[in-house]
DNA sequence: CTGTGTGCAAACTCTTTGCATAAGT
DNA sequence: ACTTATGCAAAGAGTTTGCACACAG
């Protein structure tokens, strides 16, 4: 079940590699790099320039601008998801119809788990429904006494 | 019921005046007018730079700058309701809690009127929800022969 | 009068783009 | 080789801000 490292393959690369030629990608250098930090933790809530600090921490070296254009490949072929809060774009590696919850007093993002959000849209006439976009802004519950 | 024109009031400047001191905002010229546009014809959902032009047209000057400050301002005391889409902030006059189309194709915004969707979300302990975004985008359902 | 709002232009943030260079298959 | 990505810096869109002047109460 768990594929075995290939050969001697000192960095723990995954199977990233494949993933992004399953979805007609080239597999560069940036894309690998950046991949695998998308998708090596688990589900992750990220903004490009977030995305570029922690690619430059890890020693992944990708322009702002990269990152920004290989974000919005991966969100084009499925890879990620994205959506805007406070008029930044957000990319979710959980790409299943979810809700978020922002915490507007810390800026972090959650998925509402329970979330049984009734989806029941209805698209009009000649539509379809291409994306639903649910955030939930929370603030802190302010003390009774103020 | 009714108010009548205090004296001679060319212009059908509804109980606009009353609505802004309601509110605790001092009457002036801009916010009159803009108000007058945003209340006078039922629910809208109009972008700054919209209403602005449309102001321009109507022979109420009021620069793009103060346009953005009385929306805001109008947002902050809940006269208006404002959610972001496609990067532009929209401005609904219709504060209640309800759900919006957006078709991809020719940017129009629309209340989702059925919308029965269950807002059921519970806000994490210390935390209240403070608004609820909810964009459904549709895109024109393409022909079966393509 | 006194404080608040407005207009203008410049600043700002986030994101995209053009073009020469570098890298992938 | 031939095509596609990348990097950089500059452009772009939308929104905010600082300051002098104008207006509302």
Redesign the interface.
């Known amino acids: 079940m768990n594929p075995q490292p290939t050969s001697m393959m000192p960095i723990p690369t995954p199977q990233i590699r494949p993933l992004l030629e399953r979805y007609g990608l080239r597999a560069t250098r940036q894309r690998l790099g950046l991949a695998k930090l998308l998708f090596g933790k688990g589900d992750r809530h990220i903004t490009a320039d977030v995305l570029a600090a922690e690619a430059h921490g890890s020693r992944i070296f990708a322009s702002l601008a990269t990152v920004y254009n290989v974000l919005n490949l991966f969100a084009e072929v499925g890879l990620v998801r994205s959506f ?1 809060v406070e ?1 930044k774009t957000v990319f979710d590696t959980n790409t299943t119809e979810h ?1 978020h ?1 922002y ?2 007093d810390t800026g972090a993002i ?1 998925d ?1 788990l ?11 006439e ?16 302010q003390d009774p006494r103020a």
């Open positions: 805007t008029g809700c919850f915490f507007e959650q509402v329970d979330g049984k959000f009734a989806g029941q849209f209805v698209a009009p000649g539509y379809e429904i291409a994306k639903v976009n649910i955030v939930v802004r929370l603030q802190r519950k």
